[in-house]
């Protein structure tokens, strides 16, 4: 029997336990946001590591929460350190920070989020790892703090891309590499479409 691509994995994990809850949210929170499968996280972890092997990675960024797991694994992948921009600044987080904003598609609320100085700084090739891309938001605030580090912007990798929400496209029109494991054109009915 052949192994299945992560992809495939990722799709058939989406099919089987994935909720549609409206026509622009999918719950997947048995096995990405919630409850995490960790064997699945390091496949899709060393994915994004092969998609973007030689493009000298030195950290990978994500925001907290959602994000942590995939962006671990990418970064165990890729043997650099993960960064994580915060919700809420720490009393315990002094010197220089980089601070982005961000509005939660899920959450319908409006967040700063930062990340300490002395994690980011213009030596820094950056690679932005996520659950999910719907309005691209997350993505932008962290580019504000890569922006704000002086760092450089390797790409964006995400998990699950919510194409019909075109954020994904957004970044790609600014020149940004994006790498989507499963690309969903609609949810609408309940159904599930797969792109790729």
């Not at 899709?44 to 092969?50: S, T």
């Not at 309005?135 to 019909?164: D, M, N, P």
Request: charged letters at 25%; a negative charge; hydrophobic letters at 45%.
């Amino acid at each position: 029997m052949v192994a299945l691509s992560v992809v495939e994995l990722l799709k058939e994990k989406i099919r089987q336990e994935g909720r549609v809850i409206s026509d622009d949210v999918l719950k997947v929170d048995s096995f990405l946001n919630h409850q995490i499968d960790p064997v699945l996280m390091l496949k899709v972890g060393e994915e994004f590591a092969r998609r973007f092997a030689g493009s000298a990675i030195t950290k990978v960024l994500t925001v907290e929460a959602s994000g942590i797991a995939v962006a671990l694994m990418t970064g165990l992948s890729l043997k650099v350190p993960v960064v994580f921009a915060k919700k809420k600044q720490p009393s315990t987080m002094d010197g220089e920070t980089y601070c982005g904003r961000v509005r939660s598609f899920t959450k319908e609320e409006v967040i700063d989020i930062v990340v300490a100085g002395s994690y980011l700084g213009p030596e820094d090739r950056v690679l932005i790892i996520d659950d999910f891309l719907a309005s691209g938001e997350a993505a932008r605030g962290l580019l504000k703090i890569i922006t704000q580090a002086g760092a450089t912007l390797v790409g964006v990798g995400t998990v699950i891309e919510k194409v019909f929400q075109t954020g994904g496209e957004a970044l790609r029109d600014q020149g940004i590499r994006v790498e989507s494991l499963v690309q969903i054109g609609s949810l609408a009915g309940g159904q599930i479409e797969f792109l790729n």
